[in-house]
């Protein structure tokens, strides 16, 4: 084994905590799929594939980057006085995390599978082949949007005169 | 533990608000995607951001002025979608306007013709800035559009104003 359970723990509170650069992040995902990797970090190697799977589908990118902050912003208030304190606070913040992720992830596959059409609507298909159409479908639906504004402006307008014509009438 | 719960209930209302904004949208066409009476055409932001690189050719022989206006608004624009049909319009603008989440979407403009022409504007704001223009529109034909980006509406009713039909 070319790292200690040590180093391994490190790099999962530094990662949790939001502190890894982008080639420690590859190191750590390297180790965490290393064959000799101890039984117990495997939870984290469960939950890097399905963040990973997520990624390459582009659908949550947004809701993993705002789960990411939200859990960097749990985490780092945390700086108790005692490293030994703060470690093992790190520890159970970090198994607590990584449950808690799995929980979500598996609560999402376990809802896709359940409702194959699911609450996403797969918006590509109805995507236009062309740029020139797309800019031809655009132009429609802004020459029917101000349109419509123009229309609706004329309509207050209009009001407008017949309580002005109204108020002629108490003049 | 209070960190556990912390965390629960942190990530809990994320989860929420998240989803909140993701649906928003989808949520309200999902009704109607899948049925065979609607044409469905959506333009992505990355479609968008194409058309700032569309031929000048193109643009001009599309014999449209106003495009050189079309495409600046175009570059604000992260999705277009748009759901069309002219069958049951009276009926679908009616559905389609009670499901209107009056707690995410502000009534901007509001049309009631005798003969059937309503329209419906609305507005989503996020941060004091307009995220989404929704056009409901009845009438010969039911229209839901959905502008998602950016949005400039000193720009758009500018271009209201000028644009030709």
Do not use: C
Not at chain 1, 4 to 23: I, K, N, V
Not at chain 1, 48 to 59: G, T, V, Y
Not at chain 2, 109 to 128: A, F, S
Not at chain 2, 144 to 164: Q, R, W
């Amino acid at each position: 084994m070319a790292y200690s359970t040590e180093q391994l723990d490190q790099l999962l509170d530094r990662y949790f905590a939001g502190q890894t650069s982008l080639s420690e992040e590859k190191k750590l995902r390297q180790w965490l799929n290393s064959p000799e990797l101890p039984i117990a970090y495997e939870m984290y190697t469960q939950l890097f594939d399905i963040w990973e799977e997520k990624k390459a589908e582009h659908l949550d990118d947004a809701f993993f980057q705002s789960f990411e902050q939200a859990l960097h912003r749990q985490v780092q208030p945390l700086t108790p006085a005692s490293s030994r304190g703060r470690l093992r606070s790190l520890f159970w913040l970090r198994t607590a995390a990584a449950v808690l992720l799995l929980a979500t992830a598996g609560y999402w596959m376990w809802s896709e599978q359940a409702a194959p059409t699911g609450n996403t609507i797969d918006w590509a298909q109805y995507e236009p082949e062309t740029p020139e159409e797309a800019f031809r479908v655009y132009r429609n639906a802004m020459q029917k949007l101000s349109g419509d504004i123009r229309q609706g402006s004329a309509r207050a307008a209009q009001k407008v005169d017949r309580l002005h014509d109204a108020g002629a009438y108490f003049k | 533990m209070l960190v556990v719960g912390l965390l629960f209930s942190g990530l809990n209302g994320l989860q929420a608000q998240v989803a909140d904004n993701l649906n928003a949208i989808d949520e309200y066409f999902q009704n109607f995607v899948d049925d065979d009476r609607f044409s469905v055409v959506y333009i992505s932001g990355k479609l968008f951001q194409m058309l700032g690189s569309l031929d000048k050719e193109t643009v001009r022989m599309e014999n449209d002025k106003d495009a050189e206006a079309l495409i600046e608004i175009a570059q604000d624009m992260q999705g277009l979608r748009i759901l069309s049909t002219d069958e049951d319009v009276d009926e679908l603008y009616e559905s389609a306007k009670k499901k209107i989440n009056t707690s995410i979407y502000e009534p901007l403009m509001t049309v009631r013709g005798k003969d059937g022409d309503n329209m419906e504007l609305l507005v989503r704001e996020n941060k004091g800035k307009i995220s989404e223009l929704l056009l409901l529109s009845g009438g010969d034909e039911f229209v839901l559009m959905s502008f998602v980006g950016n949005l400039d509406m000193e720009k758009i009713s500018k271009m209201a104003k000028e644009i030709e039909n």
